[in-house]
């Protein structure tokens, strides 16, 4: 038996925001097809390209992804996710702590201190500000930030500071001064605010934040601007057997700087 959790908009679709179903060693795949049969005609429809699924507050693109072989026991959480042209919120849970990214437009002057501000505001959250064009996408950016959490978790942080470490694991660099140089804000460049911490404090951050949102939007051209500045080839990326190889190799990069 494994427990399905629906939260925000998926509950919608079951009028519950719970559900056993009976396992049968089922991948997440064949689970969220189960799931679509049994949704009545007369409830919205699950959307499975735009949630998250959680195994275990586990993200699950960080396992095997939709062919993640599910366990009895298992708890499994679906999450809706806005994202794409639109000022939504995405945000998911990894390790039971909630994240979220937020598109910043920049028209500060000293993006800097804004930074140092929030974090001043806001200090039960980890705030880190990262430049657009080093986010590749939504499953890039889960990987890396997991990867950072984990290391929270066993002691193994590049630095001190936890938004240090996810600033550095974004750049794939053991240096602060490069990571900020790379990967840091710049004055006119738009930039992902991460934010990690409970949800209702996340809640009160993006409230602060409306006059200065701007949509998040991963173009397709971005991976050859990462693979040139992250020395990637064509050969490593046919390597890696993996519907993501870019991604899979930019988390590679970013888990083994501890080593």
């Not at 079951?14 to 689970?31: A, G, H, K, P, Y």
């Not at 993200?59 to 062919?67: M, R």
């Not at 039971?96 to 920049?106: A, R, V």
């Not at 950016?141 to 590049?158: E, P, R, V, Y």
Request: net charge positive; glycine share 6%.
């Amino acid at each position: 038996m494994i427990t399905i959790k629906l939260l925000g908009g998926t509950k919608k679709s079951f009028s519950t925001d719970r559900l056993e179903i009976e396992n049968d060693s089922m991948t997440v795949s064949q689970l969220l097809e189960l799931l679509q049969k049994k949704i009545p005609k007369n409830l919205p429809q699950l959307n499975v390209k735009n949630i998250l699924i959680a195994i275990n507050s586990i993200d699950s693109s960080t396992l095997e992804g939709l062919a993640t072989v599910l366990k009895d026991g298992d708890v499994v959480s679906i999450i809706p996710v806005i994202h794409g042209g639109n000022v939504g919120r995405i945000w998911f849970n990894i390790f039971k702590t909630s994240i979220e990214l937020i598109g910043i437009k920049n028209d500060f002057d000293d993006p800097i201190k804004f930074l140092e501000d929030l974090r001043q505001k806001h200090m039960n959250l980890i705030i880190q500000g990262i430049r657009f064009t080093y986010i590749l996408n939504l499953e890039h950016a889960q990987k890396i930030i997991t990867i950072s959490l984990a290391a929270q978790k066993t002691n193994s942080m590049l630095s001190n500071k936890p938004e240090t470490d996810i600033l550095m694991r974004f750049a794939c660099t053991r240096q602060i001064t490069a990571a900020i140089q790379k990967v840091g804000m710049k004055r006119q460049e738009d930039f992902i605010l991460i934010a990690v911490g409970k949800k209702s404090s996340l809640d009160k951050l993006y409230s602060k934040l409306e006059y200065v949102l701007t949509p998040i939007v991963f173009p397709k051209n971005k991976s050859g601007f990462l693979k040139k500045e992250f020395g990637i080839s064509k050969k490593q990326l046919q390597s890696v057997i993996s519907s993501t190889p870019l991604e899979d190799l930019l988390a590679e990069k970013s888990a083994v700087l501890f080593r």
